[in-house]
């Protein structure tokens, strides 16, 4: 049976994500404040720049669908997968949105400072993304499958299902990404070298 190896590595997380998926959000919630603001008043007021803002957050979700329609043009990644993220993506700002404005009301109702009202909102927002997004997972992975899956599902067909195998997200996307039958040798190639590591390892 194959599994997926978990990493928390920032340059293991690029690879899988995407750099732009990464910095896109964070750049266009910037520039967008910076618009709306004015270059003088963002020195004086910090908090609106890093204001989660329903704007903001819709720019930032728009931005993630533009770079989805981009890499699905280029066959980076399939119509399901596709679909995933969109979803996904809406689902941030639906659960940032309302997270943030539960934050701010429950701020309100304690007569909360103004960085306090601020990090309650934020926490409010974390939460409300989470729920979302946990939510969405559940919902979407029943009627569509991520490329990761199905590069998995490859590494699957092909494993002895006596043994464990672990595999990267990386490795189950290049699985699904190539053309069979390329695929199968990649794979096939994959789990024999898996295969040396885990006798090498035994034997020290």
Not at 125 to 131: A, N
Not at 148 to 170: H, M, P
């Amino acid at each position: 049976m194959v599994y997926i190896k978990e990493t928390s590595s920032v340059r293991q997380k690029i690879k899988e994500k995407g750099l732009g998926r990464l910095l896109i959000p964070k750049v266009v919630k910037v520039l967008s404040n910076m618009l709306r603001l004015g270059p003088r008043l963002i020195f004086r007021s910090g908090l609106n720049l890093l204001k989660a803002n329903p704007i903001t957050r819709f720019f930032s979700v728009v931005s993630l669908v533009i770079l989805d329609v981009w890499l699905l043009a280029k066959r980076k990644i399939s119509k399901s997968q596709f679909v995933i993220n969109v979803v996904f993506s809406f689902s941030m700002f639906v659960g940032g949105t309302i997270g943030w404005n539960a934050g701010e009301n429950i701020a309100s109702i304690f007569a909360a400072n103004t960085v306090l009202a601020f990090l309650i909102a934020l926490i409010g927002t974390i939460i409300g993304t989470k729920i979302f997004d946990i939510v969405s997972k559940k919902i979407v992975t029943r009627f569509a499958t991520s490329d990761v899956q199905a590069g998995l599902d490859i590494f699957n067909s092909c494993a002895n299902s006596a043994k464990d195998y672990y595999v990267t997200k990386e490795e189950c996307l290049e699985a699904f990404r190539l053309n069979s039958p390329h695929k199968e040798k990649y794979v096939k190639d994959q789990l024999v070298s898996y295969e040396r590591r885990s006798t090498s390892n035994d034997d020290n």
